[in-house]
């Protein structure tokens, strides 16, 4: 029986930040796919990480294996310091998951199914009472708690279902896709949501095939390719690895176009939008190089934006996809 100590490793300010999970060459196939080819994770306690890819990446798989439900075929993974093959129950009793699709039962309300949540928790009524009311008061859902959860509008049913999964008061939560299909406001709540409960020292780990979502919340993300972890790192640093910065100046007037693009020769053309992209890293300092250039040449755009790299360069760079990710259908 493995010890329950989670392992620890050494920051470079000296700290020993423990290891809430951790992986090393996860391997699961199904049939002769190959779904995960060795996958290697390492997210420190009280830490948010996002776990991105494309549809069938392996998410939802990587989710399972680390929450016991499935086994990997190799590999291993520590979990609250518990190995997820041999001391399955030992991640149980640390963890919460909340599902890619809901596990809310909508024949009973959202009270009954919280109340369900603290049975399961073997807690006695009293206390199941307790804590099912304070979790629908944290997630704005007493006025709907004697309502049936078919009634609830799919933001409030996400809610529930998170509240569900915190009944247990879990040291590590993961939330496979938490706001798909959820509208921007309801988004927005859902990461503050997500936010407090890192606040609490929770650690999240969550998927997402919002890049955005992962931008705002996660402190470090791990795109998923092709079974491989294809890059792993903070927002930053994954944005880094790529070029893409620039600046784009936009002309209505095709002469005005044509003369610039002959003065600009480094500039990317784009003839039919009549404009041109000039590589630049962002800084105030290249902006007003560029704007002193542009007024020494006499250039005059109609528009001119600063293009810096976001994940979703990041992820299509990787990733290899040409299409845009589309909003998820449930
Ligand atoms: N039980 C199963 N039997 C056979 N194939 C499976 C099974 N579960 C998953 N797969 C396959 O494994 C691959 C990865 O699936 P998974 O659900 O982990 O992807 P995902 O990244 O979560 O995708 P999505 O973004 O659509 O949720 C897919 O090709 C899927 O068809
Ligand atoms: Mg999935």
Redesign the pocket.
């Known amino acids: 029986m493995p010890s329950p100590v989670m392992p620890t490793s050494r920051r470079a300010d000296g700290g020993a930040q423990p290891a809430a999970v951790s992986a090393t060459g996860l391997r699961?196939s199904?049939?002769d796919?190959t779904?995960?080819d060795g996958i290697d994770l390492r997210i420190p306690a009280g830490s948010i990480f996002a776990?991105l890819?494309?549809?069938?990446?392996?998410?939802?798989?990587?989710?399972?294996i680390l929450s016991t439900l499935?086994s990997a075929d190799g590999g291993e993974a520590q979990v609250a310091g518990h190995d997820v093959a041999t001391s399955p129950h030992g991640v149980r009793s640390a963890i919460g998951v909340t599902g890619?699709f809901s596990a809310v039962d909508g024949l009973i309300t959202g009270e009954e199914n919280m109340l369900l949540m603290a049975e399961l928790h073997h807690m006695s009524k009293s206390e199941g009472r307790r804590v099912a009311a304070e979790l629908l008061e944290r997630f704005d859902l007493v006025e709907a708690a004697k309502k049936p959860a078919s009634t609830y509008s799919g933001g409030m049913k996400r809610r529930l279902d998170i509240a569900m999964t915190l009944v247990g008061g879990p040291r590590i939560i993961f939330l496979?896709?938490p706001t798909?299909g959820l509208d921007p406001r309801s988004r927005h709540n859902m990461w503050g949501i997500i936010r407090e409960l890192v606040s609490d020292g929770v650690t999240v780990f969550l998927?997402t095939?919002y890049l955005e979502e992962a931008d705002e919340l996660a402190d470090r993300i791990a795109v998923?390719n092709d079974g491989k972890i294809a890059a792993e790192g903070s927002a930053d640093e994954l944005k880094r690895l790529i070029p893409g910065g620039h600046v784009r100046l936009r002309f209505t007037d095709p002469a005005a176009y044509q003369s610039a693009a002959g003065a600009l020769r480094e500039a990317t053309r784009d003839d039919e939008a009549l404009s041109l992209q000039i590589p630049s890293d962002g800084t105030q300092r290249e902006l007003r190089s560029i704007l002193d250039w542009l007024d020494t040449a006499g250039i005059e755009a109609d528009e001119l934006t600063v293009h810096t790299p976001d994940l979703d360069d990041v992820f299509f760079a990787l990733t290899g996809s040409t299409d845009k990710p589309k909003e998820?259908v449930r």
Request: no cysteine.
């Open positions: 699961k199904y049939g796919k779904v995960l776990l890819g494309p549809n069938g990446a392996g998410k939802t798989t990587a989710v399972k499935i890619q496979d896709e798909t998927t095939q998923l998820a």
